[in-house]
């Protein structure tokens, strides 16, 4: 077998060593329910509201602005479908809403179906550098808009989108209106990297995810700024603060407790892994007909997407990965469809060249000695692809 060579932290992150040790008295010994007057939930419950406290830091919020959920695509739902459905109890007349075109499909698709359900929907294009500019933003503000939501960074193409500058133009507005505007930023691919200060960037929700930080699975938080309406969606014996009903994944939140606790002590990894990106980028636009996708300056230190014509995406990612190096298409949530990337095709692409693009993102543990080996590889896979492509 090749060496066996991950380059799709973007789908995903192994968990670090650090954050399974701190889960594990969780999954064994400390087994309490939270919600239990007695010794072993109240063991359990001092866990969690650690873990809220350590949210609440890094995030500069209160720890009563902290849900946690089942995932991020829980909490966007919970952000979008709570926000909208509280809003309709108070609003008696239709309102709208904005979102942009190269969302991922977790603010998406719960846009396109309120939209079906009569609400309106305005879907902001980016430029053709995947960046959604916030004067396409104040263009698209109505006088009964009520809700933004505007992803951090883009999972696919890793543009970072101007959430601060969005955040002081939502703000300015709402001090001529008698209804606020409510903004939601989905930063679940952004945590590692940027700053995530819910007080510099405006915002009054924000979504992050525990195993895009390398923590487990099935664990996400919300952030949601004091005095602003929401309903749950999930009902039952109201936990967490009545937004977010089920007995808590304990083991999961102190994992995203200690996880978030790692992403400030490996900052400093930051330029090294932003140096393996240019790298690439440079010796992959060597190969002829290859193109980078996004912004080259004003995109996440980790991704690099491209398109390669003359080759399809998925044979490419498989004839990869049999050489030991696992990288993707697009979004890991939506790759098992031969659809064309709604992002790619958002920043102007054929259809044909999306089914050419490749993702491949970075993380804490990728070695140049990884990297030099992944470019020495693809040129010679994408030549062999080019031979039998029907393109």
Request: with cysteine.
């Given at each position: ?24 008295p969780y999954l064994k010994k400390d087994f309490g329910n939270p919600s239990s007057l007695h010794h072993f939930g109240q063991i359990t419950r001092v866990a969690i509201d650690q873990t809220r406290k350590k949210a609440a830091r890094f995030l500069n919020c209160s720890e009563s602005e ?326």
């Open positions: 077998m090749p060496k066996q060579i991950y380059l799709d932290y973007a789908a995903t992150t192994p968990i670090d060593e650090e954050v399974l040790e701190a889960m594990m902290i849900v946690f959920c089942g995932s991020a695509t829980e909490a966007n739902s919970l952000a979008i479908f709570g926000v909208v459905k509280a809003l309709q109890k108070k609003i008696k007349k239709p309102f709208h809403i904005i979102t942009t075109k190269i969302e991922h499909h977790a603010v998406l698709h719960p846009f396109e179906e309120l939209e079906k359900q009569g609400v309106e929907v305005s879907f902001v294009a980016p430029n053709k550098i995947g960046i959604v500019e916030t004067k396409e933003i104040k263009k698209a503000i109505k006088d009964n808009t009520v809700f933004i939501s505007v992803m951090y960074a883009n999972n696919e193409i890793g543009t970072v989108q101007p959430i601060e500058e969005i955040g002081k133009l939502i703000s300015q507005i709402n001090k001529n209106r008698k209804q606020k505007i409510y903004f939601h930023t989905d930063a679940v691919q952004a945590v590692n990297y940027l700053d995530c200060d819910v007080q510099k960037l405006k915002v009054d929700l924000l979504t992050l995810s525990a195993h895009k930080i390398y923590g487990p699975k099935g664990v996400g938080a919300l952030f949601i700024k004091k005095g602003t309406p929401i309903e749950p969606i999930i009902y039952g014996g109201g936990h967490e603060f009545g937004l977010r009903s089920g007995t808590e994944n304990v083991a999961g939140i102190v994992g995203l407790g200690k996880a978030i606790e790692l992403v400030e002590k490996h900052k400093g990894d930051t330029e090294r892994i932003k140096n393996l990106r240019d790298k690439i980028i440079e010796e992959v636009l060597k190969i002829p007909n290859a193109k980078l996708n996004g912004s080259r300056e004003n995109r996440l230190p980790n991704n690099v997407n491209v398109s390669i014509s003359g080759v399809e995406g998925e044979s490419l990612v498989i004839a990869l990965d049999q050489e030991g190096i696992a990288v993707s298409t697009g979004s890991a949530c939506s790759s098992h469809e031969l659809k064309p990337s709604h992002v790619l095709l958002a920043i102007g692409l054929s259809p044909k060249s999306t089914h050419g693009s490749l993702r491949i993102t970075l993380g804490r543990f990728t070695t140049e000695d990884e990297i030099d080996y992944f470019l020495k590889v693809l040129p010679k896979v994408v030549k062999r692809l080019r031979e039998i492509s029907p393109f």
